[in-house]
């Protein structure tokens, strides 16, 4: 699960969360960044949508952290309102701290080994 700033978001920033999905598609994970599925749905420029819109993100983080093999990772170097509560959700729900995308990249570089993630 991704976290990233969504409203208002900078190039550089739209670029970072680009490049960590496709680095975590890479690796063979699904990279669910939840702004993808309310987005269009919901306008987060509207007070009334956004709160939906951050309960929403809210409760799946929660649901998301008492399943195992699932992760949080933060993307970028600033945290937004969303960010913050979709990891205060996280973590209230007993997920593991999580990780920046930077330090992800470091600690586990996919290797030749690892392949390109295809089964066939």
Request: some cysteine; proline content about 7%; aromatic content about 6%.
């Amino acid at each position: 699960m991704l976290v990233a700033p969504f409203k208002d978001r900078s190039k550089e920033e739209e670029r970072d969360l680009f490049d960590s999905k496709l680095e975590l598609l890479k690796r063979g994970w699904l990279p669910i960044f939840l702004p993808d599925t309310t987005a269009g749905v919901l306008n987060d420029h509207d007070t009334a949508e956004r709160v939906v819109a951050l309960s929403v993100s809210a409760f799946f983080c929660k649901i998301l952290a008492e399943v195992p093999e699932v992760e949080m990772v933060v993307v970028g170097d600033r945290m937004s309102e969303g960010m913050h509560s979709d990891v205060r959700a996280w973590l209230d729900a007993g997920g593991p701290a999580p990780m920046n995308f930077d330090e992800l990249a470091v600690l586990s570089p996919p290797t030749e080994e690892d392949g390109d993630g295809r089964d066939d």
